[in-house]
């Protein structure tokens, strides 16, 4: 007789492996539309002011504020159509991303712009004497062709760390509630 290591599995954890092995534990595309959720209600925070990102955006200019008065009536930062803050707040919105699987999420917008207040343009400069005069007619900046013209660094994709850390909890509490349908249960160590 041989020596032999036997493994007798119970019903309910045979069904929890078989259901592991599946994939079907990562398919979580609720607990990624509730990210998305979280990270537009985040959005939503940080361009009504009642949040800070965590890199404080650097103050409009004087002649940046008067310009956003006269064009859109208000001198919100990132905000003068509000095309890019509805993309970014909204679900389904024109240039909304919200694309959701079971294993993964992408949030943001499509608004071509927005990567550059994400990085900035520290070395824009004057490109053409229509952009000169441009400038000086709307803005009563009488540059030279050449001279800087920088975009500050305000990155209106990125979520904030608190926002972020939150999102396992998001994830475990979708887990939960797939241990509740095979009667496991996750407990913290």
């Known amino acids: 007789m041989a020596d032999i290591f036997k493994i007798q599995i119970d019903p309910k954890t045979k069904a929890v492996l078989e259901f592991l092995g599946k994939g079907k534990l990562l398919e979580l595309k609720q607990a ?23 890199t404080k955006w650097p103050r409009l200019k004087t002649v940046t504020r008067i310009f956003k ?61 229509k952009q000169r005069f441009w400038l000086g007619l709307n803005l009563g900046l009488w540059k030279k062709v050449g001279d800087p013209l920088p975009l500050p660094k305000r990155d209106p994709i990125t979520p904030n760390k608190s926002t972020v850390d939150g999102w396992p909890k998001i994830i475990e509490k979708e887990m939960r509630s797939i241990g509740k349908l095979f009667e496991f249960e996750i407990k913290e160590i």
């Open 32 to 54: 990624m539309e509730n990210i998305g959720k979280d990270y537009r209600k985040h959005k939503s925070r940080i361009f009504s002011g009642r949040e800070l990102p965590d």
């Open 69 to 129: 008065r006269q064009k859109f009536g208000a001198t919100r930062i990132l905000v003068g159509s509000g095309a890019m803050k509805k993309s970014l707040i909204r679900e389904g919105s024109t240039h909304n991303v919200s694309e959701v699987s079971a294993k993964q999420g992408e949030f943001g917008t499509r608004i071509p712009y927005a990567q550059f207040h994400r990085t900035g343009l520290p070395n824009r400069r004057v490109k053409s004497q």
